[in-house]
């Protein structure tokens, strides 16, 4: 009788911490991807270069591409300052469609000068990629660093038309930031 009772207090003890199991439901953690982290939570990212390309046409904004690797300290540097400087969270969410990449994609258009990070490239509607648009270095061409984003804090916006002054104003030649 003994075995009996130690089997069916166990079979008791079973059910009751399989209902319990049951009852605890998931709690709902918003996904984010690890690469997003950091680069600015109210803005759109796309998660894919062909997601990025669709919506850029049907939008019609432009396509800012940031080629980062979590590793290494001049993409964390970028990244603080792109993060903290309300200018470029506003113009990134408003103004363009945003990509994040860490690894290359197979068009070798957005390597125009090398695969190396970080580095910014632009791509109008037309499905141009900008390569007109350059940072100050003569080795990395579509390299930023942290004191170029404060220094200009973005202040051009990208057309089929060219680079223009944010707002209303008009064409500048002045290409190179």
Known sequence: MPRWFLYLLLL??????????EKVKPQKVKALSF???GWGDNITWAQTY???LSKMI????????IHHQ???PHSQALKKVFAVSKSIQKMAKEDFIMLNLVHETIDKNLAPDGNYVPR???VD????VRTDIIGRYSN???TYEPKDLVLCEWPFTISNEGLGERGNEEYTDRQQL
């Not at 049907?58 to 591409?65: D, I």
């Open 70 to 72: 979590e590793d290494c």
């Open 12 to 21: 008791t003890c079973a059910r009751v911490v399989a209902l319990n199991k």
């Open 58 to 65: 049907e939008s019609q904004k432009p396509l800012m591409v």
């Open 50 to 52: 062909e997601e990025a």
């Open 120 to 122: 910014i490239l632009f």
């Open 35 to 37: 690469l997003l982290i």
């Open 140 to 142: 990395h061409l579509y």
């Open 125 to 128: 509607p037309s499905m141009t």
